[in-house]
């Protein structure tokens, strides 16, 4: 068994492109229309592009339990998902110079380092580096 595809619930499909491919070097892999304005919309990392696919998921728009699970998360300061990074703090200040949110700075926390910013489509991620 493998992970082939993880959804993460955005506001906006066309606002979480922009952000995954032009501050988090994602790269866009499946586009299609699937109705009422909705897109079965993949992105993969930049440096595993036969990796395994994040859909930007419109289910926050469509679907109520989605809306609010997303928001309680938001509102609590919890992450969505994480990212696994190489240097955090490399990562960190490039992403800040691309005017990137973040709630939580770099914090060393047992054997890893991790930073939360806002992804701007209702979600909090944190990327992490295992020391």
């Given at each position: 068994m493998k992970i082939k595809l993880v959804?993460?619930?955005?506001?906006?499909?066309e606002k979480a492109l922009e952000f995954y491919t032009e501050k988090l070097n994602f790269v866009k892999k499946i586009d299609v229309p699937v109705g009422d304005g909705n897109r079965?919309?993949?992105v993969v990392s930049?440096?595993?592009?036969d990796g395994p696919e994040l859909l930007l998921e419109p289910?926050?728009?469509n679907f109520e339990p989605t809306r609010?699970?997303?928001k309680a998360l938001f509102d609590a300061g919890i992450p969505y998902t994480q990212?696994?990074?190489e240097d955090v703090e490399k990562e960190y200040e490039r992403?800040?110079?691309?005017?990137v949110v973040f709630s939580v700075k770099p914090t060393e926390m047992g054997t890893a380092k991790l930073a939360v910013f806002?992804?701007?489509?209702?979600n909090y991620i944190q990327i992490v580096e295992i020391l």
């Open positions: 959804s993460i619930p955005v506001d906006n499909q079965w919309l993949t930049g440096e595993e592009q289910a926050p728009k609010t699970y997303q990212f696994n990074v992403l800040t110079n691309l005017d806002n992804d701007t489509c209702g």
